[in-house]
């Protein structure tokens, strides 16, 4: 056991993964693992799927690596030909990278290289929500809302100004009806826009589900396209981060599509490769692409490994088999039973505030009073006494501490494989249910 690996020395505790399949993982100690959150919702095929395997075979065999500043590679080209075949009306063009926050980063800096090369240089402010991930490099963390990430970070590299998420289960009043909240959530965007000045704002960015600091939570009503049109009213773009809740995660490919709106620009990453190399892209429009081609020529920017072969050939891989396999219908299916399952087994809990999501995309909100909605303590560490005794039960899940302005719950993220079935779901739901009765009666005993 390593004592020079940071990951290691920090949280010595933890088991050393040494194999999977399908949605099992082992460690070195025979335990055996349900992946029910695939990592951090990475891992859509589960674990040793033969057909991402073989592809990967291949193409080390033919070409690991060849630098984009001289070359292009065939899966990197059919990858972003997939992508787009599948994108969201008026996304055309891919830039290819290594994870969700360099996704982030790249998407940002085309947004503000669109504004120069447009001649609108006093645009320079972004704007997102409070109940929000972008990633943990310096820019993508200043998007980001979420105060503990961000705290100790300041001063941060990018001027962010966030406005409230729309979050029905916190933030929708009693009687409020799905649409007059919508329009409440998203009339804080013009007010922001309005505020900062109407020709000073680049761009706003948010996830369609937020998914790690809040736990899947969709929007209500036509939230996202009123955020489009006021995107539009001003000259604002519009950035959707989907590293969590795209490729499928929520039912649809992307999951904007549910909410009826595309973005200028898209990031994904995560369920893009499913964990089997590391890779994300920014999805652009024919607007910004033609800004850099008819401008500057080409887009300021560059990474080692971006268009990695051996990356966009798992990415390829990965979505060749999720189309082949017509696997976003299993994710409609399974998430609705999984949705009927956690209702049946956790709807009555006193302790259960909110079960939300779609898809294979659930999330499970913690409270110490339902008819409050009272938190527990933060202090008490809810989340990861939960994570803890679902470890021991055989189960991963990704819980998280409460995060808007300490109003939140604890909650637990689910976010299974495309491929589990209804016993997959069912032993999910069990040990779930059994994890967070032991974690809530630790910290009342
Ligand atoms: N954006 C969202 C919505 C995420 O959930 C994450 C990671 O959890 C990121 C960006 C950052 O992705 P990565 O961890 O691959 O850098």
Redesign the pocket.
Known sequence: MSTHLLHRAIHGHLPTAVGGKGIELFDAEGNVYIDASGG??VSCLGHGHPAVIDALHKQLDRLAYAHTGFFTTEPAEQLADLLVRNAPAGLDHVYLVS??????EAAIKMARQYFVETNQPRRRHIIARRQ??????LG?LAAGGNEWRRTQFQPLLINTHHIDPCFAYRMQQVGESDEVYAARAAQQLEDKILELGADEVIAFIA?PVV??TAGAVPSVGDYFKRIREICDRYGVLLIL?E???GMGRTGTLHACEQDGIAPDLM?V??GLGGGYQPV?AVLLSGKIFDAFANGSGFFQHGHTYMGHPMAAAAGLAVQQTIERESLLANVVAMGNELERQLVERLGNDRHVGDIRGRGLFRGIELVADRATKQPFDPALKLHARIKKEALKRGLIVYPMGGTIDGVQGDHVLLAPPFIVDRNDVERIVERLADAIKAGIDGIQS
């Open positions: 951090a919702a994870g969700g926050s360099e996704a982030v929000s991930y972008h990633g943990n490099t993508a996830e998914g790690a981060d590293v969590m809740c990031t990453a995560k994300g």
